[in-house]
């Protein structure tokens, strides 16, 4: 069964383009998660959905950021301005109606730099 | 917000040797998991824990879910040179529709030849 997709893995834009980030969730799997890696801060949360509906958004960091799911095989992360402090790792997971067994499987990440 | 500790940030090893790491926090968790990233790629889960006590085996690695469940701990036995990677605990508190899961800054293993 294939994994979670994302696309692109890489991507370098200039500071003040929109850059919008893709996933294809494993298929079956009710919830989605948007998460950031950097160095200094590690894995962070951005927001998740539950069937397609965002439950928490408080990790996203400000207005520029924003996300989608518009149906259950695909979601996006938007940023729009993207300034050069979004470089970053940027990780999909998802998971399977988790009342006890939340386990999250991630893609392989879509590395953003923003010059 | 909740924070789970894991140090030290790297542990260098000679192949062979057993490695053994630490993840802590200042509350409680239902769920324990443990990640490995390799460069370039997503993190893998490795192991999942879901009992106060739970003492779970995958191949070389062992990992237990702390009877306070404020902790767990990875051990790899006889590492290799492939176990080098950065690898992640965490926590998960699932209340009715809540999953998320809070995660560790990570630990850097280097596994000397």
């Known amino acids: 069964d294939a994994g979670v997709i994302q696309s692109p893995r890489h991507e370098v834009t200039e500071m003040g383009q929109e850059v919008t980030l893709r996933c294809k969730p494993i298929s079956g799997h009710d919830y989605l998660f948007w998460y950031r890696q950097t160095m200094m801060r590690g894995l962070e949360l951005l927001i998740y959905?539950?069937?397609?509906?965002?439950?928490?958004d408080s990790g996203m960091p400000e207005d520029r950021f924003s996300a989608k799911m518009p149906n259950a095989s695909f979601s996006t992360l938007k940023i729009q301005p993207s300034e050069p402090r979004d470089s970053a790792v940027y990780f999909c997971?998802?998971?399977?109606?988790?009342?006890?067994?939340?386990?999250?499987?991630f893609g392989p990440g879509t590395r953003l730099t923003v010059l | 917000g909740q924070q789970l500790n894991q140090s030290p940030q790297s542990m260098f090893i000679q192949e062979g040797e057993d490695v053994s790491m630490n993840c802590t926090s200042s509350?409680?968790?239902?769920?324990w998991l443990w990640y490995k990233q390799d460069p370039g790629e997503g993190p893998v889960l490795l192991i999942a824990?879901?009992?106060?006590?739970e003492l779970t085996s995958n191949g070389r690695l062992t990992a237990q879910f702390g009877i306070t469940r404020k902790d767990s701990f990875l051990n790899i036995s006889a590492s290799i040179p492939s176990d080098v990677g950065i690898y992640f605990c965490?926590?998960?508190?699932?209340?009715?529709?809540?999953?998320?899961?809070?995660f560790g800054k990570g630990i850097t293993l280097s596994v000397r030849p």
């Open positions: 509350s409680i968790f239902n769920t």
């Open positions: 997971a998802s998971s399977l109606v988790a009342v006890i067994y939340n386990e999250q499987f």
């Open positions: 824990l879901y009992k106060a006590g």
């Open positions: 965490a926590g998960g508190l699932y209340t009715g529709a809540n999953s998320k899961l809070t």
């Open positions: 959905f539950n069937n397609n509906v965002p439950i928490d």
